[in-house]
């Protein structure tokens, strides 16, 4: 499985912005994607995350209420949707997806993509 990040970059505190991640390979094989985060100093982090049928998520409470996960499964694509930024949600995000079972079991990262947010 592959991931490509996109949609970051700069934006205002207060501002939404919206990154998608697109996987390809045996995406069949994924049970679960996630969003995490990881900010200068500070260890990677878990933002949100969302099992493969769609009907499980979980947030950090940091973002509860103001970022959503999504996912469109006819185009291997999951979406973070965020609102109401704030200075400390500054970061680089990053797109995982865990599959796979037994020997085969396995975490896939993305490069990430760069979060700024201006105060």
């Known amino acids: 499985v592959q991931l490509v990040e996109s949609g970051g970059g700069l934006v205002q505190a207060g501002g939404s912005l919206r990154l998608s991640c697109a996987a390809s390979?045996?995406?069949?094989?994924?049970?679960?994607m996630a969003w995490y985060r990881q900010a200068p100093g500070n260890q990677r982090e878990l933002v949100a995350a969302m099992s493969n049928g769609g009907r499980s998520t979980n947030y950090a409470d940091s973002v509860k209420g103001r970022f959503t996960i999504s996912r469109d499964n006819a185009k291997n694509t999951m979406y973070l949707q965020m609102n109401s930024l704030k200075p400390e949600d500054a970061a680089v995000y990053y797109c995982?997806?865990?599959?796979?079972?037994?020997?085969?079991?396995?975490?896939?990262w993305g490069q990430g993509t760069q979060v700024p947010v201006s105060s």
């Open positions: 390979g045996s995406t069949f094989s994924i049970t679960t």
């Open positions: 995982n997806a865990h599959g796979g079972a037994g020997w085969g079991e396995y975490d896939c």
